[in-house]
């Protein structure tokens, strides 16, 4: 098994609070890994140290090391902007950014640098596609994102998470909020996107881990078990 990530005894604490206590695992890579386990446990917290999203609260901190590719996220040389680049992140409530579709997707890229449109076209529609989402928006792409429904957001914001050409895909309860149909939708689209990025997501239901994942892997007090 060849793992793209790799925390090795990992604590995290906010404040006084320890909410991470010597988490250790290999997460391999173009696969799915699920993460589960009650309300509160630690998944969430964990799947942010993933890709140093946790440095944004006050009061945090952060022992052991993740290592992406061998190298440790939390050594001092890091680029964050970089990592949040290969490790991107779609959360649990949809939040597509208040501008149409062609320029929600756009965005990204166009803070990398690229502005030729013809390119920017093809990064649109490649994204769309492979978030099983064009077919719905390909005639709409200049009307405003916040027009979709619930599951057809949240499939955008995995495109506009595609569109920068990410490694890793974190997905913290990405259908939670969702009807089951939306729900299959993405779960189907997390299963297909594995033969090109790696997916690891938080979950609370049993069932999505055993449909979705190839690894599950359980939280419990914030602890790996
Ligand atoms: P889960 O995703 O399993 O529901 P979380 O990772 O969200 O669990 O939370 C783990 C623990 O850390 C909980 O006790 C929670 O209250 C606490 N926690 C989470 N986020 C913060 C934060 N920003 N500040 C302080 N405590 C937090």
């Not at 440095?55 to 949040?84: A, F, H, S």
């Amino acid at each position: 098994m060849e793992a793209i990530l790799s925390a090795g005894n990992l604590d995290l604490y906010y404040g006084q609070t320890q909410a991470l206590k010597g988490v250790s695992i290999d997460i391999p890579a173009r696969e799915v890994t699920a993460l589960i386990g009650p309300s509160g446990c630690g998944k969430s917290t964990f799947l942010k140290t993933l890709n140093r999203m946790n440095d944004l609260v006050p009061g945090v901190r952060i022992e052991g090391e993740v290592l992406y590719n061998g190298e440790n996220i939390y050594g001092k040389d890091v680029d964050v902007t970089r990592l949040r680049k290969q490790i991107g992140m779609v959360f649990q409530k949809a939040n597509p950014f208040p501008m149409s579709i062609y320029d929600n997707i756009a965005y990204g890229p166009r803070t990398h640098g690229i502005r030729n449109r013809a390119k920017l076209d093809d990064i649109v529609e490649r994204s769309l596609r492979d978030a099983a989402i064009w077919d719905e928006v390909k005639d709409r792409l200049n009307k405003s994102a916040l027009g979709l429904s619930g599951g057809q957001q949240q499939r955008l914001c995995i495109a506009r998470a595609l569109a920068v050409e990410p490694d890793v895909l974190l997905m913290d309860e990405s259908t939670s909020a969702l009807d089951p149909i939306s729900t299959s939708k993405i779960e189907e689209l997390a299963m297909e996107l594995k033969s090109r990025y790696t997916v690891v997501m938080v979950t609370h239901n049993m069932q999505q881990a055993v449909r979705v994942s190839d690894m599950t892997a359980f939280f419990l007090l914030g602890e790996l078990v």
